[in-house]
């Protein structure tokens, strides 16, 4: 018998109930509706009508991290079946990249030449979403381009969190090299920990490709962000902010150098204040900058001669000089699209952090110097002595800011380097001593065991 059909037998009788003359709501409920609702019947009817069931409750970020660390380190989830999260940030290098490549290799062969330097993955669930505008920290230069980026994941902050950027890899022809979430789900499928995913998310969104792999980012982002190797802030130097340990005179000279506004000055983008919830400095504030670092000529696309391959676009015809068909322009593209029409921010790339910055085998986005040194020296030098830093492929000296159009020269800041338009303002003495405080940022200090302090080759000559 239908619900209409019982609707039809006892609603005149509700009525009824209800309706007589003289009766309070009471005695009619211990009347006819009351016998209606306290017969065997009426009971039976009640209780076969299924509740909703309840939604499961979310799952914890300390469960999704679990299945964030094997998706990190599964090199079966890539087309090669030789490449994994964990290939580009090696967890005993500080999350960086160990093989001294200027940028990773990937695809289906791992002969595909990134764009990009890799990144440490440490400390990065502290950076802020992307701001276009965001409020200009005291002391921080202004930019020239009449905005202030700031935020965002990836070095030009197309990724608005880290969920979304841990996706990226996996469907990207040049890193892990899967054509689609669908191919992505279909290798997750065959790995042994599938069923710990779907006890996380449920077995249906194996049917939504994309879902699945919004999924996978989910629980990335949560290992990277619950898991304490990622942002364990146990360097020498806070040790030394904790008064847990001291600075050697030459690492005291270097931090009052990094400092010093008219030396260094490092700390004004670098910064040293606290940063989210209090956490100890950052050592960024996360802006963006045209420093106009030379071109690498180590990445074959930057050869004209060699072609150019066909997922790189030839994003510099029609630019003018120096005629290259290809360059990297941090916020307006390649890999970003949506500023590109902001002229005035092409060449711009995030601050990094400096956190661990001893252990990184490359620097800049795209990976041109190998060692410190080079690094503070160009800061210190770019302008006084560019003949030293802008060179041609084979050597000979090359134009000014060499990794640029010629027509967006104008969005470097010269303002914004310790040696300003002019002279370099730090001696060789103090680049050598901003690189032994640099040293101290390096994350495993025990001050019962300073000893043990793994610090990279190019640290220990201090």
Known sequence: MNHF???????????????????????????????????????????????????APPPTQAALAIVGQLLF????????????????HVPSNAFTASNNAPVPLGGSGLTLQGFRNSPTAMYANYIPNFNLNAPIPAGAPASVSGFHPAGGLMRDGRQPNLASQAEQPFITSFEMGNTGSGQVVTRLKSRPYLSQFTALFGTAILNNSDLALAAMGQAIA???????????FSSKYDAYVNKQTTLTAQELAGLQAFTDATRGHCSSCHSMTGGQANTPAMFTDFSYHVEAVPRNWKISFNNDNQGVPSYVPENGIGLGAPNHSYYDMGLCGPLRTDLAKYTTLCGSFKVPTLRNVGLKETYEHNGVFTNLSDVVSFYATRNSNPS??????????????????VIFAKNVEPTDHPGGPLAPKLTTTDIQNIVSFLCTLTDGFDPKNPSAYNMSGQCKGF
């Open 5 to 55: 059909v019982l609707y039809r037998i006892f609603a005149p009788l509700m009525l009824l109930a209800t309706a007589c003359i003289g009766s309070s709501a009471e005695a009619a409920t211990t009347g006819a509706l009351g016998t209606i609702l306290s017969s065997p019947f009426s009971t039976t009817l009640l209780t076969n009508v299924a509740p909703p069931t309840p939604a």
């Open 73 to 88: 380190n599964d090199v079966a989830l890539s087309a090669s079946g030789k490449q994994s999260c964990a290939t580009c």
């Open 222 to 232: 949560a290992f990277e962000t619950v898991n304490t190797q990622f942002h364990p």
């Open 388 to 405: 030293h830093w802008y060179v041609k492929a084979n050597g000979s000296p090359d134009i000014l800011y060499n990794d640029l159009p």
